[in-house]
């Protein structure tokens, strides 16, 4: 038996590149490498970029319900909102009802900016090298694999 196909190790379960983990942290890290200069030329950063997303998809959300859509904690997500607000994209104001409560609202600015991002989804693609069709099928494995993650917590 050459090297090759020798049996399983042990330990070949704490291989760096045995682990599911890291496949999808490294990829993590590559994708947004391939976003950084696409986005750049909208102003934005990543994390800037998903939140706007949020709001292209549904304006006028509370803090608390964009947090949620994007699986983080309000508290971190409200600097990220304030730079937002400073370059003119959208406006924060609190709720009448509520203090507590902040709402978001896109600009004629941020809504216009969607038209800009709309050339990001095509150039991730080619970036990809995969069909729209695989990357479909990748990303709801991806959801069914984040959905079973969240239920084992």
Not at 63 to 82: C, N, Q, W
Not at 117 to 134: M, N, T
């Amino acid at each position: 038996m050459n090297a090759d196909t020798q049996a399983p190790g042990p330990c070949d379960e704490l291989l760096l590149n045995n682990q599911v983990c890291f496949a999808l942290h490294s990829t993590s890290l590559l994708m947004t490498k391939v976003y950084k200069p696409l986005l750049q030329a909208l102003g934005l950063t990543y994390p800037q970029y998903l939140a706007m997303l949020v709001l292209w998809e549904q304006d006028g959300l509370t803090v608390g319900e964009i947090s949620h859509r994007l699986l983080t904690d309000p508290g971190s997500l409200t600097p990220l909102l304030k730079r937002l607000e400073a370059e003119g994209l959208l406006k924060r104001t609190r709720s009448r009802d509520d203090e507590r409560v902040v709402l978001v609202q896109l600009t004629e600015q941020g809504q216009a900016l969607k038209e800009q991002a709309k050339r990001v989804p095509p150039c991730i693609l080619g970036a990809s090298g995969q069909s729209l069709e695989r990357l479909q099928q990748l990303q709801a494995e991806l959801l069914e694999l984040r959905a079973n993650l969240q239920q084992s917590l």
